[in-house]
């Protein structure tokens, strides 16, 4: 065989290892050697509303636990019962051997909570947004999304394959635009929080439920921060705003105000139907445990006989939101139980959750992507069973805080 000439040659081609990425990161590792990196706090030890770290007591001002029933004994005895009668675990997806009396009783709950035709619980709240969107948009459908919408929602359209339309947050008019732009055979569906988590503040759903009906386009909320907290029965953000009737899918989670994990969705039979066999985050995953599921029936029991709990809960937010503003404090436009204090740049973001640690507050600081560049922000959030001294320790620390930084004066 003739050898190649030399400009014959193969060329050589250029391998890419799938991992160089990861060497590439380096963002994480040099905050961890300025001493700056606050994610992934172990917790030794913790009670309602105080963890330790590293042998140190902090207010734990940084969690979802709005009603206080993490560490409840009559919700941790449910769980315990729960466990010794049905076991640890499922060991199967619900599609299969994983659906227990315990799941359809929740469910049945659920829809009787939400006054809906029907509920389906997943393992987390995370899945319960994947699977719903996933399922029922597809190609030829569009979903309208609003931009600070919960990763879960921005994941679930990209696994649709449907057309996706972001507006500016809580934008009606640039919905509107949206709406009227699209063609009347595509199936529509608009998806938003009932309070966004990082924000604080509400969707206007009593302006976007009538659009999406002069359009005829569905609309899912997803109430993870409000179910349990907004409503005068409880039922989140959309009951708050007088539309939870109107309101097609009302989607929550459990690893919030129900203290334990998983999710749920409620609306109509025949689309939670269509929805069970044809969510993939469903029909092929392990689902919620035994003691989970007790956990939340017990906690939906104490929600429906302790209403004074909401009214504590947005009691104490409304008292250290107003605090943090008279001190002058950038709060943005929160009226829940989650309060932002503006900060600005990500490291002065980092600095500022640093010092509060120190002075005894555990808080989250929040930088981009979760929010716009420039936007960083301490997220605070609160409980109904924080008392008048947890919440004076917070204002204090974060008045020592605010004047170290040159924010406040007072």
């Known amino acids: 065989?003739?050898?190649?000439?030399?400009?014959?040659?193969?060329?050589?081609?250029?391998?890419?290892?799938?991992?160089?990425?990861?060497r590439r990161f380096t963002r994480a590792r040099e905050a961890i050697a300025a001493g700056l990196y606050p994610y992934f706090q172990a917790i030794s030890s913790s009670t309602a509303n105080t963890v330790h770290i590293d042998g140190h007591e902090l207010v734990m001002a940084g969690s979802n636990n709005y009603l206080g029933y993490t560490h409840d004994p009559r919700v941790i005895e449910a769980a315990e019962s729960a466990a010794r009668t049905w076991g640890t675990g499922c060991t199967g997806s619900r599609f299969l051997n994983g659906t227990l009396s315990m799941h359809e009783e929740l469910e049945r709950e659920l829809a009787d909570f939400c006054d809906k035709e029907a509920a389906l619980v997943f393992s987390t709240g995370f899945q319960t947004n994947l699977g719903v969107i996933s399922s029922l948009a597809g190609r030829g459908d569009v979903i309208f999304t609003d931009k600070l919408d919960h990763a879960s929602i921005i994941d679930g359209c990209r696994l649709s394959y449907a057309d996706v339309h972001r507006f500016d947050h809580n934008d009606v008019e640039a919905l509107r635009r949206f709406l009227i732009k699209t063609p009347p055979e595509a199936g529509k569906l608009v998806v938003v929080d009932g309070v966004f988590s990082m924000e604080g503040d509400l969707s206007p759903l009593d302006e976007i439920v009538p659009l999406c009906q002069e359009h005829g386009a569905r609309i899912a909320v997803d109430e993870a921060h409000a179910v349990g907290v907004l409503g005068e029965s409880g039922v989140g953000a959309s009951e708050e705003l007088g539309v939870v009737d109107d309101v097609d899918l009302l989607i929550g989670t459990f690893s919030k105000a129900f203290s334990s994990i998983g999710g749920f969705v409620a609306g109509d039979e025949d689309v939670l139907h269509y929805v069970k066999h044809h969510a993939r985050s469903l029909m092929f995953s392990a689902s919620m445990p035994p003691y989970a599921i007790a956990t939340v029936l017990k906690c939906l029991q104490l929600m429906r006989e302790e209403p004074e709990r909401r009214v504590r809960v947005r009691t104490h937010a409304d008292y250290v939101n107003a605090q943090l503003r008279a001190m002058g404090f950038d709060t943005g436009r929160s009226i829940t139980p989650v309060v932002p204090v503006l900060i600005g740049d990500s490291d002065r973001t980092f600095m500022f959750?640093?010092?509060?640690?120190?002075?005894?507050?555990?808080?989250?600081?929040?930088?981009?992507?979760?929010?716009?560049?420039?936007?960083?922000?301490?997220?605070?959030?609160?409980?109904?069973?924080?008392?008048e001294e947890h919440l004076e320790r917070v204002l204090s620390a974060f008045r020592t805080v605010g004047r170290e930084f040159g924010m406040i004066d007072g």
């Open 1 to 22: 065989m003739k050898p190649l000439a030399h400009s014959e040659a193969v060329p050589q081609r250029v391998t890419v290892d799938v991992f160089d990425k990861t």
């Open 353 to 387: 959750w640093k010092r509060l640690l120190a002075e005894g507050v555990f808080t989250n600081p929040v930088v981009p992507p979760a929010v716009p560049e420039g936007g960083g922000l301490i997220r605070t959030s609160y409980m109904a069973t924080h008392t």
